[in-house]
């Protein structure tokens, strides 16, 4: 069966210092993997997405995400954060049929 | 080109009463979805259509229906509203299965649906 988790339900960091949002997934074979960005009362956002190319995968606004087969991760990462970042991120499986959530991290940027 | 669209966007029913959120997509996808959204539990798969006349259970599929009525329409359908069922719904699309260069999912706005 497949499953997202997402590890951590919030994050909190300061500005300009570096932000991880850990994912790990479990599937039978290589999904697509995405990452989503909600901001609050708004839609859904898709900042970058894995689909068996390139491991290391660059997004919108400065996030970047790998993907480790070996270690089942597909971590969301950004060099300096910013404020308007403070978001849910949520991280996203796909298989062949179905689309699986992780339940989401709640980013929290501190002046 | 609209995308993804649902109607209603905001919906307030009374438990027992029934109603049908809708879902068009204009892409010529094959794959559609519902999901709800619910604090701290992330959006979980209610149902999905993998191609025009399939439906298939998701997570979190009893109290509800849904109807593949042709490739671009894809509804759910709620017999006898619950207060648990208060929550906020969208609607997907997808563009092609795992591992494809273009897969991509495209999301509605979303309904928000509060059953009191």
């Known amino acids: 069966a497949q499953s997202v988790t997402q590890l951590d339900s919030h994050v909190s960091v300061s500005e300009g210092t570096p932000v991880l949002l850990r994912c790990n997934y479990s599937s039978s074979y290589s999904p697509s993997l995405f990452w989503y960005v909600q901001h609050p009362n708004k839609g859904l956002q898709l900042l970058l997405k894995y689909t068996s190319a390139a491991t290391l995968v660059k997004g919108i606004n400065g996030f970047e995400a790998e993907f480790k087969k070996s270690e089942t991760s597909f971590h969301l990462t950004k060099p300096s954060a910013h404020m308007s970042d403070a978001a849910e991120y949520f991280c996203?499986?796909?298989?062949?049929?179905?689309?699986?959530f992780g339940k989401g991290t709640r980013l929290h940027i501190l002046p | 080109n609209a995308g993804v669209t649902q109607t209603p966007k905001f919906q307030v029913l009374k438990t027992g009463q029934s109603m049908t959120l809708q879902c068009a997509q204009d892409m010529n996808h094959n794959s559609m979805y519902w999901y709800r959204q619910d604090p701290g539990m992330g959006l979980r798969l209610i149902y999905y259509s993998a191609s025009e006349g399939t439906t298939d259970k998701g997570e979190v599929p009893n109290g509800y229906n849904v109807s593949r009525l042709n490739k671009r329409e894809f509804s759910l359908r709620l017999e006898s509203a619950a207060p648990s069922q208060t929550s906020v719904y969208f609607c997907a699309s997808r563009t092609w299965g795992a591992g494809g260069p273009r897969d991509t999912q495209y999301f509605g706005p979303g309904t928000r649906l509060t059953v009191l």
């Open positions: 996203v499986a796909g298989g062949d049929d179905k689309i699986i």
